[in-house]
Nanobody, 123 residues
């Protein structure tokens, strides 16, 4: 599967953005999908994950209550709605997919990665 992340941009603190992760292939609904982010000089970190059906989601503590992950399997797309953005949310955001059934926060478990989209939050 090939993943294409989009929707990043520059936003003021307190604002919102919605990221999209569009996938190629007819079997997208069989993949669990996660979002990760990487700030300059830091390691890539888990943000959120959604299972194949969309019935299970999990979030990093730092984004709970502000970010929402969802998916539309008919459109082969996973979304990350980001509200109440903070300057510390500034990073390149990546989506990743796993076909094996793993639904968690370990970036090493994901087989496929998108190219990343930049999110910059100004104070």
């Amino acid at each position: 599967v090939q993943l294409q992340a989009s929707g990043g941009g520059l936003v003021q603190a307190g604002g919102s953005l919605r990221l999209s992760c569009a996938a190629s292939g007819r079997t997208f609904s069989s993949y669990n999908v996660g979002w990760f982010r990487q700030a300059p000089g830091k390691e890539r970190r888990f943000v959120a994950v959604i299972n194949r059906s969309g019935g299970y989601t999990s979030y990093a503590d730092s984004v709970k209550g502000r970010f929402t992950i969802s998916r539309d399997n008919a459109k082969n797309t996973v979304y990350l709605q980001m509200n109440s953005l903070k300057p510390e949310d500034t990073a390149v955001y990546y989506c990743a997919a796993d076909p094996s059934g793993y639904v968690g926060s370990s970036k090493g478990a994901y087989d496929y990665w998108g190219q990343g989209t930049q999110v910059t939050v100004s104070s």
